[in-house]
Nanobody
Framework: QVQLVESGGGLVQAGGSLRLSCAASGLTFSMYNMGWFRQAPGKEREFVAAISRFGAVSNYADSVKGRFIISRDNTKNTVYLQMNSLKPEDTAVYYC???????????????WGKGTQVTVSS
C-alpha cells in the first residue's frame, strides 16, 4: 500500500531553519505531484507548497514564499521542504501528500502522510 512518511520536524528558534523530508513507497513516485500542507491547532489544514512530477513546476503559499523551498529526488522517492527564516506562526503539523493531478487544494490529494510537528519559538 501507499505510504508517505515525514521526518525532520522539531523545535527551532525564530529565524532558524529546518528541512523536512517525505519518503514515499508503494507508488510510482515520478507519476505523482507532491504537496506540503500544514495544520495549526484550531485551524484548518492549509496549503504550503507543491511540486510537479519532475520538479519543473512549483508554487507556494504567499505566507511562505521566499522562505520555503520544495524539491524532490525521484531516484530516492523523496520530497523535501527546506524552511528558512522560520516564524512562530509557522508552528504546525506538516503533512506531505501525493496526487496524480497538480493542485494547491488539500481535498484533491489522494495520499497523505501522518505528519511531523514543527514548533518555532519566539
Amino acid at each position: 500500500q501507499v505510504q508517505l512518511v515525514e521526518s525532520g520536524g522539531g523545535l527551532v528558534q525564530a529565524g532558524g531553519s529546518l528541512r523536512l523530508s517525505c519518503a514515499a513507497s508503494g507508488l510510482t513516485f515520478s507519476m505523482y505531484n507532491m504537496g506540503w500542507f500544514r495544520q495549526a491547532p484550531g485551524k484548518e489544514r492549509e496549503f504550503v507548497a507543491a511540486i510537479s512530477r519532475f520538479g519543473a513546476v512549483s508554487n507556494y503559499a504567499d505566507s511562505v514564499k521566499g522562505r520555503f523551498i520544495i524539491s524532490r529526488d525521484n531516484t530516492k522517492n523523496t520530497v523535501y521542504l527546506q524552511m528558512n527564516s522560520l516564524k512562530p506562526e509557522d508552528t504546525a503539523v506538516y503533512y506531505c501528500a501525493a496526487d496524480r493531478s497538480y493542485s494547491d487544494r488539500y481535498a484533491n490529494y489522494d495520499y497523505w502522510g501522518k505528519g511531523t510537528q514543527v514548533t518555532v519559538s519566539s
